[in-house]
């Protein structure tokens, strides 16, 4: 079965603009995660999903990121007003559940985002 | 406030050799553990766990051993393999239910094994 797959693999962007990542969960998964991984340093997390509704969004730097998983499967992750530190490689994952059970997290590849 | 630390940046091996990798944590509602391996341009893969129950998880050539009284964990790759040269890295998750399974990841380890 297909992996995790985000669109698109890169993105660059002008300082102010308005950017759409998009995540493909595995089929089946009702866990889906985002992190941002800035260069040197791990993955941090931002939103995580349990179906449609995000379950914890204390990740999210500030307002003008935003999440939506509207049918329970693909997710977008939303940023408004790209700042240059918003660059960063965006990584998405999913799981079979969320809650309370040892479930390893797939990733997807990531979308490296250049804010210029 | 790193609550997750991979001291070492990078670490060179000969083939053949072990590879150590280390990793210390702080928060202690920490109760599972995943190693994760990540090439170039490609997501983290996971490549093994351990619980907080147990004090070692061997799969193959990968071992990762708990001590949570000094809240750290290590992972061997004996023998090492040109192919494992990689960034690794180790990742938490949290028992607090509200917390759901997002993970806490530390800050890599680049492995470069050597023919």
């Known amino acids: 079965g297909a992996g995790v797959s985000q669109t698109p693999s890169n993105k660059v962007t002008e300082k102010g603009k308005y950017v759409e990542l998009r995540c493909d969960p595995i089929?089946?998964?009702?866990?889906l995660y985002w992190y941002r991984q800035s260069l040197g340093q791990g993955p941090e997390f931002l939103i995580y999903?349990?179906?449609?509704?995000?379950?914890?969004d204390s990740g999210l730097p500030n307002d003008r990121f935003f999440a939506v998983r509207p049918e329970g499967s693909v997710s977008t992750l939303k940023i408004q007003r790209t700042e240059r530190g918003d660059s960063a490689v965006y990584l998405c994952?999913?799981?079979?559940?969320?809650?309370?059970?040892?479930?390893?997290?797939?990733f997807g590849p990531g979308t490296r985002l250049t804010v210029l | 406030d790193q609550q997750v630390k991979q001291n070492s940046p990078s670490l060179s091996v000969q083939e053949g050799r072990i590879s150590i990798l280390n990793c210390d944590y702080t928060n202690s509602m920490f109760d599972y553990f995943l190693w994760y391996k990540k090439y170039p341009a490609e997501g983290p893969t996971f490549l093994i766990s351990i619980s907080s129950i147990k004090d070692k998880n061997e799969d193959g050539r990968f071992t990762v051993f708990l001590n949570k009284s000094a809240k750290h964990l290590s992972l061997h790759i004996v023998p090492s393999q040109p192919g494992d040269s990689a960034v690794y890295f180790c990742?938490?998750?949290?028992?607090?239910?509200?917390?759901?399974?997002?993970?806490?990841f530390g800050g890599g380890t680049r492995v470069l094994v050597k023919p």
């Open positions: 990742a938490a998750r949290s028992s607090i239910k509200a917390a759901g399974n997002k993970l806490t």
């Open positions: 994952a999913s799981s079979p559940t969320g809650q309370s059970s040892y479930n390893e997290q797939f």
């Open positions: 089929s089946g998964h009702t866990a």
């Open positions: 999903f349990q179906g449609t509704g995000a379950a914890d």
